[in-house]
């Protein structure tokens, strides 16, 4: 039986500058690092009002890249347009533009410098403590 989402995993071939990249744009530092000792090979982050993970993984342990056949994972933000200018702002590079959807809607995608794709999404009917 399905739970919910538990953890969204990205593969890097640079671990550590994946982690500074997303602890500055998340603006928290990763609870959880292995190695201990020595350049990580796995870091995660906790995310949100339900401490969602982000694992990044070194990408020499990923089973094989998804290409943009994979899934998107959008981000709940209040201003789609501004949160893909930020992320452009920060190295990332266009994957989709934002697209003003019917009802209040918006997203756009991203690639993060590592090669992930990062989707935010303006949804006017997120829960409370999910949107602004």
Do not use: C, K
């Not at 209040?78 to 990332?92: K, N, S, T």
């Not at 266009?94 to 809607?105: K, L, M, T, V």
């Amino acid at each position: 039986m399905f739970h919910g989402m538990s953890t969204v995993s990205l593969f890097a071939d640079d671990v550590p500058a994946a982690s500074d990249w997303y602890a500055d744009l998340l603006g928290i530092q990763p609870y959880f690092v292995r190695p201990v000792d020595g350049p990580p090979a796995y870091i995660e982050f906790r995310i949100g009002p339900d401490d969602h993970e982000l694992g990044i993984i070194d990408a020499r342990y990923a089973p094989h890249r998804l290409g943009d056949g994979g899934i998107v994972l959008y981000w709940h933000v209040d201003d789609a347009h501004a949160a893909y200018d930020d992320l452009l702002a920060r190295g990332a590079t266009e994957h989709q533009a934002p697209i003003d959807r019917e009802a209040g809607f918006v997203t756009a995608s991203v690639r993060d410098p590592f090669g992930n794709i990062v989707g935010v999404i303006r949804n006017p009917d997120a829960r409370p403590d999910t949107a602004g």
